[in-house]
Nanobody, 115 residues
Framework: QLVESGGGVVQAGESLTLSCAAF????????VGWYRQAPGKQRELVAQ?????????AESVKGRFTILRERDNAKNTIYLQMNSLKPEDTATYFC?????????WGQGTQVTVTS
C-alpha cells in the first residue's frame, strides 16, 4: 500500500531524503503526512501536505524538513527532505494520509542520527 525508503545512519548535521510510494491511493488527491515513532514514544506527525499543496510542520522540524509531492503524478510518490539532522530525529518514519488510515501503515524506514 505505502512503501517508505531512504532511511539510514547519518551523523548530526547531515541530510537524508525519504521517499514514499503508494500503490492503492492517489497521493496527489489526498492530504498526506510523514510520521515518526521513536522507541518508547508515540507516533507523531512531523509534516503535512494537503491536496492543495499547503504544508505544515511540527515545531521540532520546522525549517529543517520539507515535504514534497512528486510532480509526475504517475510516480505517485511523496518525499521528506531532512536537513541538519539531530540525534533526536532518530526514529522510524512512516507516510500515510492525514489523518492516517490504519489500513495503509507500511513498514516505515529507519533513520538513525549519531552525534
Amino acid at each position: 500500500q505505502l512503501v517508505e525508503s531512504g532511511g539510514g545512519v547519518v551523523q548530526a548535521g547531515e541530510s537524508l531524503t525519504l521517499s514514499c510510494a503508494a500503490f492503492k491511493i492517489l497521493l496527489w488527491r489526498v492530504d498526506v503526512g510523514w510520521y515518526r515513532q521513536a522507541p518508547g514514544k508515540q507516533r507523531e506527525l512531523v509534516a503535512q501536505l494537503t491536496s492543495e499543496n499547503v504544508v505544515d510542520y511540527a515545531e521540532s522540524v520546522k525549517g529543517r524538513f520539507t515535504i514534497l509531492r512528486e510532480r509526475d503524478n504517475a510516480k505517485n510518490t511523496i518525499y521528506l527532505q531532512m536537513n541538519s539532522l539531530k540525534p533526536e530525529d532518530t526514529a522510524t518514519y512512516f507516510c500515510n494520509e492525514d489523518p492516517p488510515d490504519d489500513e495503509y501503515w507500511g513498514q516505515g524506514t529507519q533513520v538513525t542520527v549519531t552525534s
